[in-house]
Every structure is written in C-alpha cells, then in structure tokens.
C-alpha cells in the first residue's frame, strides 16, 4: 500500500470526504421514468450518459440509496480532483476499504463506486476495470455522447448503458401536478393537462428549470456547454453562431454552405467537427433522411434535419425566435422518442412524414409519425395524411400516427396495399401513455 506524509494526505482525503458529503445530501426530485425499465440488477458496470443537468447525479444517489455496502462518490468534473491527478487514485481505494472496516467490520464488504464525468479522469478505463475486476460494483456518469461506443468497445459484455434526459411531461406533472396522482394523468380534465403541458413545452425538462421555474438556467446551461469547446481549440464565437442559427431552424435540412456562411466557418471539415461538438454535448441532434440512407449508403452523403436538445434552449437561446410552433411541437415529439429509445429518421418522397421509426437495435420500421398542430385545417389535413399514407405504402405499415395538439379521431384511408388507419391523438396524451 502506498503511503502518504500527513500533508500529502489531507488534501485528497478532505477532497474525498467533502463529495461524500454533498452525494449524501442530495435533494430528491422524483424517481426518474426510465423506458424500457433499465434494470439496475447484475454486477455489470453502468454508464448513465445525458446532458449536463438532466438529473444524472441525482439518479446516482436515488440508486445508491437503495443499496446496502459502502458506496464512494466522486465527480472528476471538480477541478480540484483533476489537480490531483491519478495519482491519488490509491487515495479513494484506501478510503473504501478504511470506512468498511469501520461501518462494517466487515473486510469482504461490498463496495459501490459512484463517479460523475468519468471521462475527466485520464486512463479512467483501467481504473474502473481493475475496480470492477476486484469485485466492487461501478456507476459512471457522462455528458458527453461519444463516450458511449468508447465504453461499450471497452468493456464488451461486462457494461449497462442508460441515456438519461431532460424531465418527460410525465415527470414534470409528478412534480408541478399540484398533488395529481399518476394514475389519475388520462383522466384529469383535459383543460388542466393541456394548460400544465404547454407551460413545459416553453421551459423544457431540465430539473432544476423546472423546480426554480427560472428559464435563465436554460442559457447559462448554453453558454457552459460551448464555453468547454475552448479545451478543444475551437473558435467559441463562431461555434455560437452555427449553434443559435440551427436551432433558429430546427427540424429542418441544411447545408454547409449556408452554414458556413452564417458562421463564418470557412471549411466543410471544421464545420462538421463542430456538429459532431454539438452532438456530443446532447445541444442538438441530428436525424438522417432514411429513404436517402437506402439509396446511397454513404453517410456523409445523407440528408439530416438538425433537432435541439431541449425545447427550453428556443425561449433561452433565442428569444426572438419566430412563431415555429409547428416546427417545435415536432421537436418535442422527437425528444420523447429518444426517451423511449426508438430509432428516429424523416420520410421524404413525392411528400414528407415527419417521422419513420426503427425500434431499438433493429433494422425494420415499425411506425410512422406525423405532427400537425393545426390538423383541423383541410388543406393541412390533406398533406398531412397524404404524407403519412406515402410512408405507410413505403414501408408496409397498416397503421399509422398524426399527434396533434388537441384533436384526436380515428380514420379510414385507402392505399395502395388496402386500407390504412391513422390513429390522431393529442401529444400530451400520447406522451403520458
């Protein structure tokens, strides 16, 4: 065992002591929805990955909660840990093994490591896999998505995976419902629901925006995440330029020749290291057009539309933003489909649908979205299903979905394979079933 002077010593030992502190004494929220149920059972070290301030930390201490053993928290974003460097490493094991001794007596005792922003630590992969080696169960947290092929390449088989997002509307009722039971959701008054929905499509589903009803947080959660881009070298400035002016245009296609222009990014290159930046720090997302994905087979080549990461950041960000109602109520929907995992892609032949979906891990589509906030309309009504009924014949669907904000009906249509039903539904429904 590697020994330290007593002044070597204190400086990480308080350090230590101090995050356990905090980790203790988390505020709880909710328990968090998680879809499908990710099970926490099994010894396999697991990786909650999501934007910064979407509730990681505080998952982490929900599940620690419920666990019998010794359980170390550290967060490798505190620059005072990052200082330290791995060398103090052996400092946190010994900790471990020093408060299991005393709370258990026991030196065969369970041990659980808790370790926000994992990717902080320099060589963090074989520190966590002697850990977990050794018997210790690991929870490693991420705001950073590219993390995710790097931990499942490094640890085949031995790794769970969960992305964790900004509040669900299901989750911000269980918080602002005012004392509604979730049983109750489909069945309180129609008015009231709408009323509570409306109010979380403009401020979005970060806890603490939600809690505080402080919009602000939203921009200074913005600012931060493009400000980290200064590690990597890049040209803030212009990166908040590319950034407002997609999100100014959310689900919508672009061109790096717009965007370079609007930026002032002179090549093709950087621009798409800094849509893989954004990316990577869950700001936006982008989805590929799939027929293209059919037919040329070469990502580079396929046409996105660009969607944001929280349907807070239009209000935050870009307060001028023009009345795209439209445009965000469908970003919203694709938000939730990544909630419940699905893979997302748009339709666009003769006519568009907003969404064709992939469930998880296959290759087939199963559903067909569209999303109208003013499907009342006859002339929307009419290119709204035909656009449906193109990728229902398309993919072989015999039911298709056109969410809306308040309509909800159930239609016949004929197509080329025999009839179609196209189920229309409210969005705050749909997202509470």
Request: charged share 30%; hydrophobic share 35%.
């Amino acid at each position: 065992m590697q020994n330290f002077d007593n002044k070597q010593k204190l400086e990480p030992l308080t350090l230590i002591f101090s995050h356990q502190n905090f980790f203790k004494n988390i505020p709880d929220l909710i328990p968090r929805e998680i879809y499908p149920c990710f099970s926490l059972e099994g010894s396999e070290i697991k990786l909650i990955s999501g934007p910064a301030h979407a509730g990681k930390t505080t998952f982490m201490s929900q599940v620690a909660s419920n666990l019998v053993g010794v359980k170390i928290y550290i967060d490798f974003e505190d620059n005072r840990m990052q200082e330290l460097g791995s060398g103090y490493l052996q400092a946190i094991e010994e900790t471990a093994a020093e408060i299991r001794k005393k709370e258990t007596e026991d030196e065969e005792g369970q041990i659980f490591y808790f370790f926000d922003e994992i990717q902080n630590l320099q060589g963090w992969e074989s520190w966590v896999d002697r850990l977990h080696r050794q018997g210790a169960e690991v929870y490693l947290t991420s705001s950073r998505s590219k993390l995710i092929n790097e931990f499942s390449s490094r640890f085949p088989g031995r790794c769970k995976i969960l992305k964790l997002f900004p509040f669900s509307f299901k989750e911000y009722l269980l918080i602002k419902g005012n004392g509604i039971e979730e049983s109750d959701f489909l069945t309180t008054s129609s008015d009231e629901l709408l009323c509570m929905f409306l109010q979380y499509f403009e401020n979005g589903g970060f806890p603490d925006v939600i809690k505080n009803n402080d919009i602000s947080l939203s921009r200074k959660y913005f600012e931060e995440g493009l400000k980290k881009g200064d590690a990597h070298g890049y040209d803030i400035q212009k990166l908040k330029k590319l950034t407002i002016f997609l999100i100014s245009n959310m689900a919508s296609e672009y061109s790096l020749e717009t965007l370079k222009k609007v930026s002032g990014i002179e090549n093709d290159e950087l621009i798409e290291t800094y849509l893989n930046y954004l990316e990577d720090i869950f700001v936006l997302y982008r989805v590929p057009k799939l027929n293209s994905l059919q037919e040329n087979g070469k990502e580079k080549d396929i046409p996105c539309k660009v969607y944001v990461g929280d349907t807070g950041f239009f209000k935050a960000v870009y307060p001028g933003y023009p009345d795209s109602l439209g445009l965000r109520f469908e970003n919203l929907v694709f938000l939730e489909l990544l909630r419940k995992e699905k893979q997302v892609f748009y339709f666009q032949n003769k006519r568009e649908c907003d969404f064709v979906i992939k469930e998880k891990d296959s290759q087939k589509v199963s559903a067909a979205i569209q999303i109208s906030v003013c499907f009342g309309n006859p002339v929307v009504r009419e290119r709204e299903i035909l656009g449906l009924m193109e990728a229902l014949d398309e993919y072989d669907l015999e039911q298709g979905l056109v969410l809306t904000m308040d309509d909800e009906e159930t239609i016949q249509v004929d197509g080329k394979s025999g009839k179609k039903i196209i189920m229309v539904k409210p969005v705050w429904k749909w997202m509470l079933e």
